[in-house]
């Protein structure tokens, strides 16, 4: 017998064992919505940046990474495991082909965003849309954080302008279309990430484009997310 995410095993009245399972992108929904709060009352008294606001930026950018790939693995398993609570008129030859996806541990070698890319293909035979909003700002998200956790040292050499302001883009910061504003505190640094890109807007992006992408393809697949409705920001 199923009740939440606690499952008894075994015969009889006294079960023998139970089976717990934990859905962990609610927890980092509401941490994400706390570090861009915290960055955001920082920002507004504070004329220098200190460690304090570096970890609400750091913290901030992997919350909201960690919130989509935890959302989208409990999707997977959902389908693949049940109790589907969440999902509206399951397609039962459809789950049946995500379950064989599922077995095959798929979430352990593919990328975020593929992911969702197969979920919707087979699921719900949609063709997310890559080249627009806010597909495209994720998958900017997910960039930075990669450079965030997985940094690797490098030289970065700028040309420098008339006010010896870097005047040379990065890679990532070519792909950068204003979609936030820069910092008030590193601004005039040459590297976008981690400096250049550390604000409370950036948070604010982050947190906006992936519940409207996860919002998105929730109507896709006829799903509904309970936690939006009761850890949204305020203020």
Same mark, same amino acid.
């Given at each position: 017998?199923?009740?939440?995410?606690?499952?008894?095993?075994?015969?009889?009245?006294?079960?023998?064992?139970?089976?717990?399972?934990?859905?962990?992108?609610?927890?980092?929904?509401?941490?994400?919505?706390?570090?861009?709060?915290?960055?955001?009352?920082?920002?507004?008294?504070?004329?220098?940046?200190?460690?304090?606001?570096?970890?609400?930026?750091?913290?901030?950018?992997?919350?909201?990474?960690?919130?989509?790939?935890?959302?989208?693995?409990?999707?997977?398993?959902?389908?693949?495991?049940?109790?589907?609570?969440?999902?509206?008129?399951?397609?039962?030859?459809?789950?049946?082909?995500?379950?064989?996806?599922? /077995?095959?541990?798929?979430?352990?070698?593919?990328?975020?965003?593929?992911?969702?890319?197969?979920?919707?293909?087979?699921?719900?035979?949609?063709?997310?849309?890559?080249?627009?909003?806010?597909?495209?700002?994720?998958?900017?998200?997910?960039?930075?954080?990669?450079?965030?956790?997985?940094?690797?040292?490098?030289?970065?050499?700028?040309?420098?302008?008339?006010?010896? /302001?870097?005047?040379?883009?990065?890679?990532?910061?070519?792909?950068?279309?204003?979609?936030?504003?820069?910092?008030?505190?590193?601004?005039?640094?040459?590297?976008?990430?981690?400096?250049?890109?550390?604000?409370?807007?950036?948070?604010?992006?982050?947190?906006?484009?992936?519940?409207?992408?996860?919002?998105?393809?929730?109507?896709?697949?006829?799903?509904?997310?309970?936690?939006?409705?009761?850890?949204?920001?305020?203020?």
């Amino acid at each position: 017998m199923k009740v939440g995410n606690v499952e008894n095993v075994g015969s009889g009245q006294t079960p023998d064992k139970v089976r717990t399972k934990v859905n962990m992108s609610g927890f980092f929904l509401h941490a994400m919505n706390t570090f861009y709060r915290k960055a955001k009352d920082y920002e507004e008294i504070n004329e220098a940046p200190s460690e304090e606001f570096n970890s609400y930026f750091f913290g901030g950018i992997i919350c909201t990474v960690s919130f989509l790939e935890c959302f989208i693995n409990e999707v997977y398993q959902e389908l693949s495991d049940g109790p589907c609570y969440n999902f509206i008129n399951v397609d039962l030859v459809r789950a049946h082909a995500i379950q064989e996806l599922y /077995q095959r541990n798929i979430l352990r070698t593919t990328e975020i965003l593929e992911k969702y890319d197969l979920f919707a293909g087979v699921y719900a035979c949609k063709k997310l849309e890559k080249g627009i909003s806010p597909y495209k700002d994720v998958a900017l998200l997910i960039k930075i954080r990669n450079e965030l956790v997985h940094h690797k040292p490098k030289w970065v050499e700028s040309a420098l302008d008339d006010f010896g /302001q870097a005047s040379s883009p990065c890679k990532i910061e070519k792909n950068f279309k204003k979609q936030f504003s820069l910092s008030k505190y590193h601004g005039g640094s040459p590297t976008f990430v981690p400096h250049k890109c550390m604000s409370a807007d950036c948070l604010r992006w982050g947190n906006e484009k992936s519940k409207e992408f996860i919002s998105s393809f929730c109507s896709d697949i006829n799903y509904n997310y309970p936690y939006f409705k009761d850890r949204e920001p305020k203020g």
